[in-house]
């Protein structure tokens, strides 16, 4: 089944794109695709959003007989009473620039006392069939969030995200070991799970 991905998150696509390849799925990127404003309440009223938006603009376009995907997640922080969740996108502005933003939120823990360092990561996937039908699934993980950056591998807040089970950050893992253990492998699994006859 064609199935487009409603995302521009490159690291996102790339994860994805390793989950699924070998599944019922065949994901396509649309080049037109245009992400809407996206709200500050729910993973999944987000990740519909994202799905119905580009089904929307799919069907303007003609193609109606392909599914689409898109995939709205988050880090939680304990020490900040479950912020930035939904807002992970902007946390710090926007426009800020990785370093800074990463930067930022090393601060913020350690001026809420830097004991607390326990962290979730979210992902929540919508799948909207060619049909109408709609599948959304949820995956996460528990960490802790790492006193300084470690690893250059994954993308947005994985160096910061440290996974005790294996002394690691997910900065430090090759992109095969996060998609075992990661929130978005999780909800990759869910969703090919529910798509069983
Ligand atoms: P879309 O086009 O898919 O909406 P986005 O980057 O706006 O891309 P979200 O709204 O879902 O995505 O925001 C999630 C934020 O959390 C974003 O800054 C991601 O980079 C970050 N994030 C999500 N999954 C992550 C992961 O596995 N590792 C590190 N950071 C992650």
């Not at 987000?46 to 089904?55: D, H, I, M, P, Y």
């Not at 947005?156 to 996974?163: K, N, Q, S, T």
């Amino acid at each position: 089944m064609i199935t487009y991905l409603a995302s521009k998150n490159e690291g996102k696509l790339a994860e994805i794109r390793t989950m699924l390849g070998n599944s019922p799925l065949q994901l396509r990127t649309y080049a037109a695709y245009r992400d809407p404003e996206e709200g500050h309440e729910s993973y999944v009223d987000n990740a519909l959003l994202k799905a119905r938006a580009l089904r929307s603009q799919l069907h303007d376009a003609g193609i109606r007989d392909a599914a689409v995907l898109a995939d709205d997640s988050g880090i939680e922080l304990d020490a900040l009473g479950g912020r930035p969740g939904v807002d992970s996108a902007v946390y710090a502005g926007a426009a800020t620039p990785w370093p800074q933003r990463l930067a930022t939120m090393m601060r913020e823990v350690d001026e809420h006392g830097g004991r607390e360092r326990g962290a979730r990561f979210v992902c929540v996937m919508a799948l909207i069939l060619p049909d109408g039908r709609e599948i959304v699934v949820e995956g996460d993980v528990r960490g802790e969030i790492s006193p300084q950056l470690r690893g250059k591998n994954g993308f947005g807040y994985d160096p910061l995200f440290f996974y005790p089970p294996i002394g690691k950050t997910f900065g430090q893992i090759p992109e095969r070991e996060k998609n075992e253990l990661s929130h978005r492998g999780r909800a990759a699994r869910a969703l090919l799970e529910a798509l069983k006859p």
